[in-house]
């Protein structure tokens, strides 16, 4: 061995050349780790697979069953809270109950309705001998119109105010009996005890002075005395009780006034006014 063969030092790894490293050991210079890690890595791949398909099946159970919804019960409360009922929400319309707004009907007997008797401590005459007699609110205005009247030359003859009960006994059930009608017959030119517009101290029939033959009859429509009345009553807060076709089916009676010119007397005959023809 010459002196250069015995310097020579040995190669260092990092002066290796790849051909001279085996091929075995230059593929795979630490087997059980390569192996190792491929296992880690289809490991990870797997793991990966299943949390997609997880979450794709999460997805198609929200979209067809609503398995998850986004918010809450409470979060939706908050978010679309409930409508407030108002008081008319409960009340049915027309449409679904025809009845709602159709005004219920007054108790009456035979189309006549129930009055209070005035008192007697108000009651004012209306005729120099005092036999007519109205409630003091109703006998002014009375004479106010009445000599209002007169002023034009037409002079009223007062034939019935104010009536009792034992007053409209008689009229009603005394003069039935003698005429041989039925209830209801009588009922359509008078009113039974205590639903008569003259327990009121109210209502007042009048008579044309110049035509006496007209008294408590349809003609009466014909003197001077209604056509007057027609026109100039209405200033003096009187008006006709039972006007032809009038709600309470009462007979046509023209010579029938009552007073509805302050507060009690309005309410007294609300209930007529607000009867169904």
Known sequence: MDNASLSRKPPQASELVADEIPEAVRDHPYPEAGQSQSKKKGLIWKLLGLAALACGVS???????????????AEQTQ?????????SASVASPATNPKATAPATPDNLLGHLPYPEAPAKDLVGVTPDGSVKLRSSAAAKYQEMANAAAASGIYFAPISGFRSLEDQQHVFFDVK?????????????????????????????????SAPDTNLSPSFENTQAFKWLETNAVAFSFEMSFPKNNRQGVSYEPWHWRFVGDKQSLETF????????
């Open 79 to 87: 978010q679309n809270p409930a409508p407030t009922s108002s008081p």
């Open 270 to 277: 609300y209930k007529a006014h607000s009867m169904k023809k």
């Open 177 to 209: 009996a003698e005429r041989r009608q039925n209830a209801s017959k009588r009922a359509e030119v008078s009113a039974p005890p205590g639903y008569s517009e003259h327990h009121t101290g109210y209502a007042i029939d009048i008579g044309d002075g």
């Open 59 to 73: 997805i198609w159970l929200h979209l067809n069953f609503n398995l998850f919804p986004a918010t809450s019960q």
